[in-house]
């Protein structure tokens, strides 16, 4: 029985082409924006997990912070460092100095932004290497006069000549340069320093640049729960006391991701309302051609009735008919903006990728097939209270 209400369904859209072509116009325009505006939900959240994707270990930053109420502020030193490596499941705590220095070769100058690193920062930020090799162990522990150049300052200190193994003086002091780096934009996202010239071993900023420390960049084990290894890291650092817990900021990777997401997910929330609001005027669209074919066809309603068609089967034919006409403009658009995702790389440069959701699709396609049922349910009701003698004598 379903399938001869389907037969008549698409029996009546080909009856009336443009009608209908018409009606599923606004349903086909509202999930299509919805569509796109899930594949650029995705994208962003694939592209924030990967942003900010580490390689195995958890990281977690400490800064100094300030109480306001005691109008005191929080100082990180070696004793924080030392305190800190004693906590169960950190892999190694790195403090982190930035300073902006001279840097001069034969050929150039520049006021350069420096940033002390350890040996494993290269592999667990995931910092593309151009040439050469990151730091060894051994010497970021004897603090050796090396460095890395990013791919900016190369450009400007060596305009002709190649890097590797040449020197630079900074601050007086000749340092070897062992490797280029590209310090992109993410790099900078990801290491919460977005603008690098030149990386040394983070002990030779302790050398020229004395002082309190910036930022310690703390390695936690990935077996250990996020939650917990904040919370550990926290009591490290104020010692247990709660007064000292304001003199200090910590935060992780993690949370990074999270506020970037809901930042984006607010403003993705008022796109998909606007295209919710398409759909629903797509869904008064189809409610009104309903009515207009009931109208139309209230003799065939009373022959049927007069043939013995009951109630629901007339009310049954008219709900097919707004959800197959509702349907099949969701699935055109499901279709055409699947079909589009995955074009637009080709034709267009997306800094970021668009991948269409299967699960949430499914969920819209759904959404068009409930609104053309709540679309068809007046109209039906319409046509199946008509008794056959009433809709006989109607012309």
Request: aromatic share 6%; proline share 6%.
């Amino acid at each position: 029985m379903f399938l001869n209400y389907l037969k008549v369904s698409f029996l009546m859209m080909r009856s009336k082409p443009v009608r209908s072509i018409l009606s599923l116009l606004g349903i086909y325009i509202g999930v299509l924006a919805l569509v796109v505006i899930l594949a650029i939900r995705e994208g962003i959240r694939r592209q924030l997990y990967d942003l900010y994707r580490t390689s195995g270990a958890q990281v977690i930053f400490v800064h100094p912070g300030y109480d306001q109420v005691r109008k005191v502020i929080g100082k990180l030193g070696p004793d924080d460092v030392t305190r800190l490596k004693m906590v169960p499941g950190v892999i190694s705590v790195a403090p982190r100095r930035v300073s902006d220095q001279d840097a001069k070769t034969v050929a150039a100058s520049i006021h350069a932004h420096l940033v002390g690193i350890d040996e494993k920062f290269v592999a667990v930020y995931r910092v593309p290497i151009i040439r050469g090799r990151s730091f060894l162990a051994s010497e970021v522990q004897s603090n050796q006069a090396v460095c890395l150049l990013t791919g900016d300052a190369t450009r400007k200190l060596f305009p002709t000549g190649e890097p590797l193994e040449s020197t630079i003086d900074i601050q007086g002091i000749p340092y070897q340069i062992i490797g280029i780096v590209d310090w992109n934009m993410a790099v900078g996202q990801r290491t919460s320093v977005p603008e690098a010239d030149i990386l040394v071993p983070a002990g030779r900023l302790s050398e020229t640049n004395p002082g309190f420390l910036s930022t310690l960049e703390v390695l936690v084990a990935p077996g250990i729960a996020p939650p917990q290894a904040l919370w550990l890291v926290k009591q490290a650092v104020s010692r247990g006391d709660p007064q000292r817990e304001p003199l200090y900021f910590v935060r992780s990777l993690d949370q990074m991701v999270e506020r970037s997401r809901q930042f984006s997910d607010r403003i993705l929330a008022g796109l998909l309302g606007i295209a919710a609001i398409s759909l629903l005027v797509g869904g008064i669209g189809v409610a009104n051609v309903m009515v207009t074919s009931v109208t139309e066809r209230t003799r065939e309603v009373g022959i049927r009735k007069a043939l013995g068609a009951r109630r629901t089967d007339v009310l049954m034919q008219f709900l097919v008919e707004s959800s197959v006409l509702c349907g099949t403009g969701g699935l055109l658009a499901v279709l055409t903006g699947a079909l589009g995702v995955s074009l637009a790389p080709s034709f267009f440069d997306f800094q970021m990728p668009l991948i269409v959701p299967p699960v949430p699709v499914i969920y819209c396609f759904g959404l068009t097939v409930l609104i053309g049922i709540l679309a068809g349910v007046y109209p039906a009701s319409r046509a199946a209270s008509l008794s056959p003698a009433e809709a006989l004598r109607y012309e």
